[in-house]
């Protein structure tokens, strides 16, 4: 069996402030703990360097106001590119898949960048995609974006896109930022049906989370059968993060990817940085390059706090017995959008940057198309 690439970036001369959550300390306790437990000798991981994207792969994906240099630091170009060089040894057959552990984070980074917004500036996961697409051909991508919050940035930049099948599990938008990925979000007219969200409730546990894989997640990744699997990888789902509030555990990350196999995991959140992340991330790595996990436990972990309520899993079943109704029905969808709508259809949209305070306005028309999914 082939290894498992992994790659740390700790971007140590980043940060938004001193002490702010998304800051240098989020890896370095995990690539202590990895190293003192031996992973990184194993010959089931192979380590990469870091590398660098260049301006056309930013501009690739977004509109940066009013350049790239305005909105990136040397720290955002070495992230999206070390998620670059991931996806170029998986797609060499280097390894069998690959996990970026890096930072700065993205997925809340739209189409057009103004700035910071959700902690993130560049969308490492779209600029790499696009990437996937220009030098390997690829064509059917899946992205499943497992943080806490709703994956707005990555959903927004591919919601015209019905070759990109976005699916976010995360945190109530009633109930946590950015209040948004509820199941009416679907896609654009012409790539209805391939946005996917699937918001829970909170404190929901390991049992749920794994249940809506199962139920929705992985029957919608059989049927679409995308080229490659990419896991937009927050880990701030845990029990002791403190920027939300679920209940998900080491194990159940674990287990999570184990049975999503993704070809490619590139990290986005997670805060718990002393207490969770170390063993989250040791999850992974062990999902992904097959190791025994099993005996893999926080130290404060007791699973008798952590149980799911029957009502719970109704709920999820609810949502995912809908949601993949919509997904089966998406041509029928996109066929009717097609034939109603006129030579444009147009949306607006009102985004706010929390981090730098920036409200935007937008108008977005998208082309008709007989055979594709329009020109935005």
């Known amino acids: 069996m082939k290894p498992t690439g992994i790659l740390f970036f700790p971007a140590f001369d980043w940060a938004i402030t001193p002490t702010h959550p998304e800051r240098e300390e989020r890896l370095l306790y995990t690539r202590d703990q990895i190293f003192e437990e031996g992973i990184m000798d194993l010959p ?13 792969d930013i501009a690739r994906v977004h509109f940066c106001v009013p350049d790239v240099d305005a909105q990136i630091t040397e720290a955002h170009l070495i992230s999206a590119g070390s998620a670059l060089r991931i996806a170029d040894a998986v797609m ?12 700065p984070p993205g997925h809340h980074s739209m189409t057009v960048s103004h700035g910071n917004r959700g902690f993130c500036n560049i969308n490492n996961e779209a600029i790499m995609v696009e990437y996937l697409r220009q030098k390997y051909g690829l064509k059917k991508i899946a992205i499943v974006d497992t943080d806490v919050h709703h994956g707005d940035g990555t959903q927004e930049i591919f919601w015209d896109d019905p070759d990109v099948l976005f699916i976010s599990f995360h945190q109530d ?6 209040g948004s ?6 896609g654009g007219p012409l790539a209805f049906g391939t946005t996917i969200n699937m918001p829970l409730k909170p404190r929901t546990t390991d049992t749920g989370i794994l249940y809506a894989l199962d139920q929705l997640i992985m029957p919608l990744l059989e049927e679409f059968k995308p080229d490659i699997i990419v896991n937009s990888a927050g880990q701030d789902n845990h029990y002791s993060d403190p920027l939300a509030d679920m209940a998900f555990s080491a194990q159940g990350y674990a287990k999570l990817n184990a049975r999503l196999a993704p070809d490619i995991a590139v990290l ?13 991330n040791m999850g992974l ?13 926080e130290p404060d972990y007791k699973p008798e706090r952590f149980k ?25 969808f996109i066929a009717a959008n097609r034939q109603k709508g006129g030579e444009f259809f147009q949306n607006h949209r009102s985004i706010f940057y929390d981090t730098d305070y920036i409200h ?8 008709n198309c007989s055979d594709c999914g329009g020109f935005r």
């Open 44 to 56: 089931q991981i192979r380590e990469y360097e870091p590398g660098i994207a260049s301006h056309k």
């Open 92 to 103: 060499r057959g280097e390894v069998r898949n690959g996990f970026a552990i890096v930072r």
């Open 173 to 178: 938008g009633r109930t946590l930022y950015p």
């Open 181 to 186: 990925g509820f199941i009416d979000e679907l």
């Open 268 to 280: 986005e959140g997670g805060y718990s940085v002393e207490t969770a992340l170390p063993y989250v």
């Open 285 to 297: 790595i062990m999902a992904m390059a097959g190791l025994d996990f099993s005996r893999l436990r």
């Open 308 to 332: 799911e309520s029957s009502s719970n899993l109704e709920y999820i079943q609810k949502i995912a017995d809908r949601q993949l109704e919509i997904f089966r029905r998406r041509e029928d």
């Open 360 to 367: 935007e306005e937008q108008k977005v028309q998208i082309r």
